[in-house]
């Protein structure tokens, strides 16, 4: 029977040692590194551009230039243009109302600043290319003496007519909030589109071509 007691003895001591080292290794084991958990990504909606929605559902619709100024209804897209009646640099008067059924673009700046300058020969070049679809460009200068612009266009040698809105109530009722900017009018007096200077060729093809929808209008 001692053999037996023996064995016995002997795997209960086993049996402990094994505990003994199994506590050791869980004790001093390093702890386990944490999950990650992997962030979702979002896909990107592209949003429409303000030109899509504010361009009137008849007629050209508006052109990117009025989609890059952030906000189409600034322009008056798909109203009939406001009133607008100046004197006409070196005597006369602008009136837009008498130009019903002529397609007008017009434009108000300053001889001070920059973009106005670099866009008068750019203007020029438009007048003179697309003179025979009855084209009228119409340049407001906003708040200077008559002398100042006149000289102004002299030196630019403008092709097209000149207004003084002296007391800047025709850009505010244009909502002319900086210069220059540019709108669009249709033979029928519905402004078609607009945009905030200063642009280059492609931006003025794109409002000019809402206004002549049966002429192919390039930059240059």
Same mark, same amino acid.
């Given at each position: 029977?001692? &053999?037996?007691?023996?064995?016995?003895?002997?795997?209960?001591?086993? $049996?402990?040692?094994?505990?003994?080292?199994?506590?050791?290794?869980?004790?001093?084991?390093?702890?386990?590194?944490?999950?990650?958990?992997?962030? &979702?990504? #979002?896909?990107?909606?592209?949003? @429409?551009?303000?030109?899509?929605?504010?361009?009137?559902?008849?007629?050209?619709?508006? /052109?990117?230039?009025?989609?890059?100024?952030?906000?189409?209804?600034?322009?008056?897209?798909?109203?009939?243009?406001? @009133?607008?009646?100046?004197?006409? !640099?070196? +005597?006369?008067?602008?009136?837009?109302?008498?130009?019903?059924?002529?397609? #007008?673009?017009?434009?108000?700046?300053?001889?001070?600043?920059? &973009?106005? !300058?670099?866009?008068?020969?750019?203007?020029?070049?438009?007048?003179?290319?697309?003179?025979?679809? +009855?084209?009228? $460009?119409?340049?407001?200068?906003?708040?200077?003496?008559?002398?100042?612009?006149?000289?102004?266009?002299?030196?630019?040698?403008?092709?097209? &007519?000149? +207004? =003084?809105? /002296?007391?800047?109530?025709?850009?505010?009722?244009?909502?002319?909030?900086?210069?220059? #900017?540019?709108?669009?009018?249709?033979?029928?007096? $519905?402004?078609?589109?607009?945009?905030?200077?200063? $642009?280059?060729?492609?931006?003025?093809?794109?409002?000019?071509?809402?206004? =002549?929808?049966? #002429?192919?209008?390039?930059?240059?």
């Amino acid at each position: 029977m001692w &053999p037996r007691l023996s064995i016995v003895a002997g795997l209960v001591a086993g $049996i402990a040692v094994a505990v003994v080292l199994l506590g050791g290794i869980v004790a001093f084991a390093p702890d386990p590194l944490p999950t990650v958990t992997p962030v &979702p990504t #979002v896909a990107a909606t592209a949003a @429409p551009t303000a030109s899509a929605a504010a361009a009137p559902s008849a007629g050209p619709s508006a /052109s990117a230039s009025a989609g890059a100024s952030g906000n189409a209804a600034l322009f008056h897209i798909g109203e009939p243009a406001p @009133p607008l009646v100046v004197p006409q !640099v070196g +005597g006369g008067t602008i009136d837009l109302a008498n130009l019903r059924g002529t397609p #007008v673009w017009v434009n108000f700046m300053g001889t001070y600043c920059p &973009p106005c !300058v670099d866009e008068f020969p750019l203007m020029n070049g438009f007048a003179a290319r697309y003179a025979d679809t +009855g084209l009228v $460009i119409l340049a407001i200068d906003v708040k200077e003496e008559e002398g100042v612009v006149a000289a102004f266009a002299q030196e630019l040698e403008a092709t097209f &007519p000149l +207004g =003084l809105d /002296s007391d800047g109530s025709a850009a505010e009722t244009w909502d002319a909030i900086a210069l220059p #900017v540019h709108f669009w009018i249709d033979t029928e007096g $519905i402004v078609r589109d607009g945009a905030l200077g200063g $642009i280059g060729p492609d931006i003025m093809a794109q409002g000019l071509q809402t206004i =002549l929808p049966d #002429v192919t209008v390039t930059p240059t």
